[in-house]
């Protein structure tokens, strides 16, 4: 069955960096696009970041361009988000999702001083 | 950027209560719209895609319609399992975008 565990969160201060990772497995990694999602603390969902299966084309929402790189592994079926430049505003859970029909569990950035 | 826009924000209902959730979006996405289900403390559910497909394993009392800007998901018969907060979102341009979500709570 198609699973998605995402690592990598903690806390972080103000301007520092962290990058996330998404495992997948029970699917063939390579032939579906990926996203990230993102869900501060009592707040609503928000699309993050998407890269297509081969890596081709990749997006950004606003509030990330710049500052965060998506990039995927097929050979190790990883995904994964790189932040930097990091704000208390970017302080929420992020979730790995396989075309937004399975997400991952998500994981926790905290973004304090 | 496409703004989606939900209504109500909340809405009470009662067990077997037929509920119906609306989504706006800015212009037209035709078809490319999906909703998602999250209950506290979970990862969003996918319920429905191209505005009316139902994913598979998702009760049929969940329904969608709709097509341009205006979008409907309808529970038919609420269930206990069903009180949770739901979120539309368009993909048919980037930037990607979420409505800010209906919570449907216990009456």
């Known amino acids: 069955q198609v699973q998605l565990v995402e690592s990598g969160g903690g806390l972080v201060k103000p301007g520092g960096s962290l990058r996330l990772s998404c495992a997948a497995s029970?699917?063939?990694?390579?032939?579906?696009?990926m996203s990230w999602i993102r869900q501060a603390p009592g707040k609503g969902l928000e699309w993050v970041a998407y890269?297509?299966?081969?890596?081709?084309?990749?997006y950004y929402a606003d509030s990330v361009k710049g500052r965060f790189t998506v990039s995927r592994d097929n050979a190790n079926d990883l995904l994964y988000l790189e932040m930097n430049s990091l704000r208390a505003e970017d302080t929420a859970v992020y979730y790995c999702a396989r075309r937004l029909e399975y997400w991952g569990q998500g994981t926790l950035v905290t973004v304090s001083s | 950027d496409i703004q989606m826009t939900q209504s109500p924000s909340s809405v009470s209902a009662s067990v077997g209560d037929r509920v119906t959730l609306t989504c706006r979006a800015s212009r037209d996405i035709s078809n490319y719209l999906a909703w998602f289900q999250q209950k506290p403390g979970k990862a969003p559910k996918s319920l429905i895609y191209?505005?009316?497909k139902l994913q598979s394993g998702i009760p049929s009392r969940f329904s969608g319609s709709g097509s341009g800007t205006d979008f409907t998901l309808t529970v038919s018969s609420l269930q206990p399992e069903d009180f949770a907060t739901y979120y539309c979102h368009q993909y048919n341009s980037f930037p990607r975008t979420f409505g800010q979500g209906t919570k449907v709570e216990i009456k």
């Open positions: 890269i297509h299966g081969d890596g081709s084309s990749i």
């Open positions: 029970g699917f063939i990694f390579r032939d579906y696009f």
């Open positions: 191209a505005a009316s």
